[in-house]
């Protein structure tokens, strides 16, 4: 068994069974990425609830982690080689995940590329964009009286939407008959939209139909279901 005591954060946040991946998150829909991720894909894991509300993840305990003091991050007993592993940034910790249980990413390689496409598009346009826009309408952003920055990430977020909507136009999931996790990035800050910014009427979110089917589908999934709940406050 690993010995985790080399790494700081487990003096804050202890491992009640250190034989399993730590996952320190919050249900985010950054974080709700790798909870369901390892719902979907079965890996025995530990949560650990970081309030990000209360400075959890700037402090000295969290960094040592992820010296960029955002969520998620995990710690792996069982890494490559049986070395312990950290890693932080959602989208790399998906691909880790896929690769290390051979599940929700492709081994042809043109399939696997375009599936990480995915990803890094909802790493840098989707995700981004929709936090954005949810500062400047359910944060504080809310009540600044010049509403040209709320517009401008409202605007883009539509752009996005509608890049998603046409590529759901003929698919089930983004990369076809097969779910992923490219579908697995998303699904979370798409169900922000109308679920935690509520902003669907300012986004026109009804009217992209086959981002809602998509999101209809995701969210039967009983693994998405658990997932968007973890960890839970303790």
Known sequence: MADLSAFPITARWPAAQKDRLQLYAMPTPNGVKVSIMLEEVGLPYEPHFIDIMAGESQSDAFRSLNPNGKIP????????GGAPIALFESGAILIYLAEKMGRLL??????RYQTIQWVMFQMGGLGPMTGQMGFFTKFAGKDWED???????VTEVRRILGVMDGVLADREWFMGEDYTIADVSMIGWVNAIPNFYGVSDLVGFDGFTNVNAWLERALARPAVQRGLGIPARG
């Open 106 to 111: 492709p081994e042809d390689p043109i399939a």
């Open 147 to 153: 509403k040209r920055p709320r517009d401008r990430f």
């Open 73 to 80: 991050a995990i710690l792996d007993p069982d890494g490559p």
